[in-house]
């Protein structure tokens, strides 16, 4: 897996455009993040269709020809420096298949953030694209708008990407090691409902793959890990970083199933990095080059996530 090309770090007086390509967004946590943006010194502006939501199905924010159209027309707009996305929740598969890409590539590499439902996105961005995105807080997310571990470390990896190229785990390793690859991965769920389609990753080889999801049960998180593992998705895998599993059973019950499907890939495996539905969440940038060491429970890109 090569690595991929780096967006221009952000200064002081960035545009910044916040999009919301899946679920509704809440029109005071919406203010409130820009509120955050502004306090960094950076120029936000809001996509025509934010606080849209879908007249039928209302877990979306707006029409999916909207939702693309907002996206697209921030990231073509040559004033734009960064596309930050406002919430997750579902939808962003929706409109993967309405960009025009070659219209997008042509506009130039840029700084994009998310997480969640947005794994799709940042998939479709390394294939389509092959940039390097952040996997991190959201606009009008409740981490980003209350926690300041996680606005601190979105804020340096932004303006000052060489003070955060070391993340740090809070746990003990699944498999000790260490392995040197290219960073990937999201939320399990959508990694596993991308297989197939035509804007995702053919695979994990080469990679040190990043894992977390929310919300589950045990025997999904089963059902996905094995979807990825019969689809050859992970062969090649160099080393897997997990991160958190919010609101899915105990760690201690969830320990063995990870340990089960994970463990015989002969590869390291680290928990509890701090990153994903967890409250202070880090920011990891997807596509760069870095060394996994489990047993010390560190993550060392070899060169910031921007440049």
Not at 163 to 173: A, C, D, E, K
Not at 226 to 237: E, K, M, N, P
Not at 267 to 282: I, K, M, Q, S, T
């Given at each position: 897996m090569k690595t991929l090309l780096r967006p221009a770090r952000l200064?002081?007086?960035?545009?910044?455009?916040?999009?919301?390509?899946?679920?509704?967004?809440?029109?005071?946590?919406?203010?409130?993040g820009l509120d955050v943006l502004r306090g960094w010194h950076l120029d936000p502006v809001v996509a025509p269709h934010v606080l849209d939501?879908?007249?039928?199905?209302?877990?979306?924010a707006g029409a999916d020809a909207d939702r693309a159209a907002d996206l697209q027309s921030a990231w073509c707009d040559p004033s734009v420096d960064a596309v930050l996305?406002?919430?997750?929740?579902?939808?962003?598969?929706?409109?993967?298949?309405?960009?025009?890409?070659?219209?997008m590539r042509a506009a130039g590499p840029k700084v994009f953030v998310g997480f969640s439902d947005i794994t799709a996105l940042h998939e479709a961005?390394?294939?389509?694209?092959?940039?390097?995105t952040l996997h991190g807080p959201m606009a009008a997310g409740v981490d980003f708008l209350k926690n300041a571990r996680a606005q601190e470390h979105l804020k340096a990896t932004l303006f000052a990407p060489?003070?955060?190229?070391?993340?740090?785990?809070?746990?003990?390793?699944l498999v000790p090691g260490r392995a040197r690859g290219v960073t990937l991965g999201g939320c399990l769920s959508l990694l596993a409902a991308e297989l197939g389609t035509p804007h995702a990753r053919p695979g994990a080889r080469g990679g040190l793959l990043c894992l977390?999801?929310?919300?589950e049960e045990t025997y999904r998180l089963d059902r996905y890990l094995?979807?990825?593992?019969?689809?050859?998705?992970?062969?090649?895998?160099r080393g897997v970083l997990l991160g958190s599993w919010e609101r899915c059973e105990p760690r201690d019950r969830l320990r063995p199933l990870l340990a089960d499907r994970l463990g015989g890939l002969g590869?390291?495996?680290?928990?509890?990095?701090?990153?994903?539905?967890?409250?202070?969440?880090?920011t990891v940038p997807f596509g760069v080059a870095a060394e996994l060491d489990a047993g010390a429970g560190t993550l060392t890109l070899a060169e910031p996530a921007l440049r």
């Open positions: 200064a002081p007086g960035a545009r910044v455009a916040v999009v919301a390509p899946s679920g509704p967004v809440s029109e005071e946590r919406l203010q409130a939501r879908h007249g039928t199905f209302g877990y979306l996305c406002a919430r997750g929740g579902y939808g962003a598969q929706r409109i993967a298949d309405l960009l025009d890409w070659e219209a961005f390394a294939a389509r694209l092959g940039l390097v060489e003070t955060v190229t070391t993340l740090v785990s809070g746990g003990t390793p977390e999801d929310v919300g094995t979807q990825l593992l019969r689809a050859g998705w992970l062969d090649g895998v590869v390291p495996v680290a928990e509890e990095f701090g990153f994903g539905h967890c409250a202070g969440a880090l």
